[in-house]
């Protein structure tokens, strides 16, 4: 059985699902613009997998008559979709995002028109933009790893 893991930026919120994932989508339409805080949403379908919050508990938005937006209190990370037909989770919450690509494409009638662009962009790896933003070599993260911890913040040592 597969086991996926996640959660939000903080780690106040962690998540389980056990199951195949096989429905990964990108949403257009503007409430998950909104939602989402970006150009489109990613999001990952639970549906047939078996979902277990394993700390913490999200906060939702009735966003319409049918669905909600659940999201971490504590940082305001988004973490799902829940609809009628089922619940979704926003696909850069878990663990390993690359381990589940999209599919498909919804909500395509407000497509911002230069996503199709991007990957036309130039790229700058983080390290090699020092010189713009010398801050990076100072900075001292403070977000939940990427995998299940025992607690979370780690205890300061004094």
Not at 106 to 120: M, N, S, V, W
Request: net charge negative.
């Amino acid at each position: 059985m597969t086991v996926y893991t996640g959660g939000c930026q903080c780690g106040a919120v962690r998540f389980r699902v056990e199951g195949e994932l096989t429905h990964s989508s990108i949403c257009h339409c503007r409430m998950c613009q909104k939602a989402s805080g970006g150009y489109y949403a990613p999001l990952v379908s639970v549906r047939g997998a078996e979902l277990a919050w394993t700390r913490g508990e999200r906060k939702r938005f009735k966003s319409s008559n049918f669905a909600f937006r659940g999201f971490c209190g504590d940082c305001g990370t988004p973490l799902t979709y829940e609809a009628p037909d089922g619940l979704a989770i926003a696909a850069g919450a878990f663990d390993d995002p690359a381990a589940l690509p999209p599919t498909i494409q919804y909500g395509i009638e407000a497509k911002l028109p230069f996503t199709d662009r991007l990957h036309t962009l130039p790229g700058i790896r983080t390290e090699d933009d020092v010189e713009a933003a010398e801050f990076i070599n100072d900075i001292v993260s403070y977000q939940h790893p990427d995998h299940d911890t025992a607690a979370w913040p780690p205890e300061e040592k004094a």
